[in-house]
């Protein structure tokens, strides 16, 4: 069984910064595709970034490129998403994401979250304008 706990989240003034973890303990950091998707009330879900743990391949959309970063902490066993410059468009329930997918299927995810078997329960991040 895969467990994903995201913690990180809260309010803050645009142009803030705020960095999200997923614990992920029981994921083979070798093998799985890992991600952060965002959700906004009434909005689709959308993918922010993808991971593949193999050798540390990224993805980013556009709308968070150069603004966002994803990485690995391997002494926590976790996946990070820093966030810089925030908007008030980044304001969503950020969900972290997991399976065991190759790297081509991994990084086409990001359009794709059905893709993913195993979804922590997210955390809130609200940015105020």
């Known amino acids: 069984a895969v467990e994903l706990v995201e913690s990180g989240g809260g309010s803050v003034q645009a142009g803030g910064s705020l960095t999200l973890s997923c614990a992920a303990p029981?994921?083979?950091?070798?093998?799985?595709?890992m991600g952060w998707f965002r959700q906004a009330p009434e909005k689709e879900r959308e993918g922010v970034a993808v991971?593949?743990?193999?050798?540390?391949?990224?993805y980013y959309a556009d709308s968070v490129k150069g603004r966002f970063t994803i990485s690995r902490d391997n002494s926590k066993n976790a996946l990070i998403l820093q966030m810089n410059s925030l908007k008030s468009d980044d304001t969503a329930l950020y969900s972290c994401?997991?399976?065991?997918?190759?790297?081509?299927?991994?990084?086409?995810?990001?359009?794709?979250?059905?893709?993913?078997?195993?979804w922590g329960q997210g955390t809130q991040v609200t940015v105020s304008s």
């Open positions: 991971l593949f743990t193999g050798h540390g391949s990224t």
């Open positions: 029981n994921v083979l950091f070798s093998r799985y595709c």
């Open positions: 994401a997991a399976d065991y997918l190759d790297t081509d299927a991994c990084l086409r995810s990001l359009d794709s979250p059905g893709n993913f078997t195993y």
